[in-house]
């Protein structure tokens, strides 16, 4: 059984930093691409980045690019998302997903996902 558990949320000023962790157990996060998508209230949840299966691309939504940066620990099996220069529309519910699919932009080709962590950013 896959399960991914995310952790690292909080409150946080603006223009500061979180790093959020994605553990996974029942799926190897190398062998699979591996996502972080967000969700706030009365909005649908939108792709943010996502690091390619075995070779490690990495695909950044332009709304982070250049302040998110996903990495992943093999030796931990776990995801990161490290997210800098924070600003109050950053304020959502933060997910990471898996898929085996190539469409990673895409929640929809995502099979497993993590319970969410939420991040609010004070101005």
């Known amino acids: 059984q896959v399960q991914l558990v995310e952790s690292g949320g909080g409150l946080v000023q603006a223009g500061g930093s979180l790093r959020l962790s994605c553990a996974a157990s029942?799926?190897?996060?190398?062998?699979?691409?591996m996502g972080w998508f967000r969700q706030a209230p009365g909005k649908e949840r939108e792709f943010l980045a996502a690091?390619?299966?075995?070779?490690?691309?990495?695909y950044y939504a332009d709304s982070v690019k250049g302040r998110f940066t996903i990495s992943r620990e093999n030796a931990k099996n776990t995801v990161y998302l490290q997210m800098n220069s924070l600003k109050p529309e950053d304020t959502a519910v933060y997910y990471c997903?898996?898929?085996?699919?190539?469409?990673?932009?895409?929640?929809?080709?995502?099979?497993?996902w993590g319970q969410g962590t939420q991040v609010t950013v004070s101005s």
């Open positions: 997903a898996t898929t085996i699919r190539s469409g990673y932009r895409n929640r929809n080709e995502y099979d497993y």
């Open positions: 690091i390619s299966r075995i070779v490690g691309s990495t």
């Open positions: 029942g799926r190897t996060v190398s062998s699979y691409t």
